[in-house]
């Protein structure tokens, strides 16, 4: 056999190899490797974005496999993804009030279910539903908190919507958080453009357990830092009234472009660059009558 032969054949050989190693490491980091399962019980969970999460991807407890995704569905009454959880039968005592939480493995892994056990008596039982459940994050949202944005509410509770109008909402986008006194207490759920008012109509999901916010609350879009992403700060007012689902909130301050803070220096100037005779006072000096 010639040296080119030789040369031919161990490239061929290399290439083979090489496709058989990645279809075993697919079938081992993706969930064809976790079909495999005997006795179970079926268990629902609603999450408002499944994010890439497919059928037969892990369900794990404090990093253990106990079951796999049976089905995903949408659920035709409300927007959210209807989710059917195939739990091996030995794990059968998960409290009901547990959270499900959609799970990335590494950064660019596959999805799954993490299930973290809360402190109830009572056990899920086979048809049940995991009430408390928190969606896939999304790398926006992720980068969106590295840079200083900050986290965003748990929402384990369900939401409440509220609405706002801006004449400027800067890079505000959804998914956004939404803060009071520093502290997250929902997201931005829209931004949209009203074409008869010609604002911006931004939609607020605050988590209900913050529902005593007053309707005389002021809200604001700042910055986190000088080049952070921004984000609607909201600063509670004094009335007795809370704002309710579906209210608009009147008091609002529009975001503030850097390009807007520059003029204004390089306009107004600093304090110590006026001129003399330019002062706020026309009164003449004393003598001077």
């Known amino acids: 056999m010639s040296q080119r032969n030789s040369y ?9 190899l090489g496709f058989a190693a990645l ?36 369900v794990k407890v404090a ?20 989710v059917k959880l195939s739990i091996d039968q030995r794990y059968s005592k998960i409290p009901v009030d547990s959270v499900a939480t959609i799970y990335t493995s590494g950064l660019l892994g596959d999805q799954y279910v993490g299930i973290q056990y809360g402190s109830s008596a009572k056990s899920v039982a086979d048809g049940g539903t995991l009430a408390l459940t928190r969606p896939a994050q999304q790398l926006e949202e992720m980068l969106g908190k590295f840079f200083g944005a ?31 006194a520093g502290v997250a207490i929902g997201s931005v759920q829209s931004v949209q453009a009203d074409p008869v008012k010609l604002d911006a109509l931004v939609t607020l999901a605050i988590d209900k357990k913050y529902g005593q916010i007053p309707d005389d609350s002021a809200a604001a879009v700042f910055t986190s830092g000088l080049i952070g992403t921004q984000y609607v700060a909201i600063q509670p007012g004094g009335s007795p009234e809370p704002l309710k ?45």
């Not at 697919?26 to 974005?49: D, L």
């Open 8 to 16: 031919a054949v161990g490239t061929g050989l290399f290439i083979v």
């Open 23 to 58: 279809a075993y490491l697919a079938t081992q980091t993706t969930s064809v490797a976790n079909s495999r399962q005997g006795r179970s019980y079926t268990v629902e969970a609603h999450f408002a974005n499944i994010g890439q999460l497919k059928e037969r991807a892990p």
């Open 63 to 82: 990093g253990v496999r106990v079951g796999q995704v049976q089905s995903i569905a949408l659920d035709p009454a409300r927007e959210a993804a209807d």
């Open 150 to 180: 900050g986290g965003s509410a748990d929402n384990l509770g369900g939401t409440y919507l509220l609405k706002a109008r801006f004449t400027n909402v800067g890079a505000l986008s959804a998914g956004a958080p939404v803060k009071m």
């Open 245 to 289: 689902d579906g209210d608009e909130m009147v008091l609002t301050q529009s975001a503030m472009q850097l390009e807007d803070l520059i003029g204004k220096f390089l306009v107004n100037g600093s304090p110590g660059d006026k001129k003399p005779g330019e002062g706020s006072s026309s009164t003449p000096p004393a003598g001077k009558q």
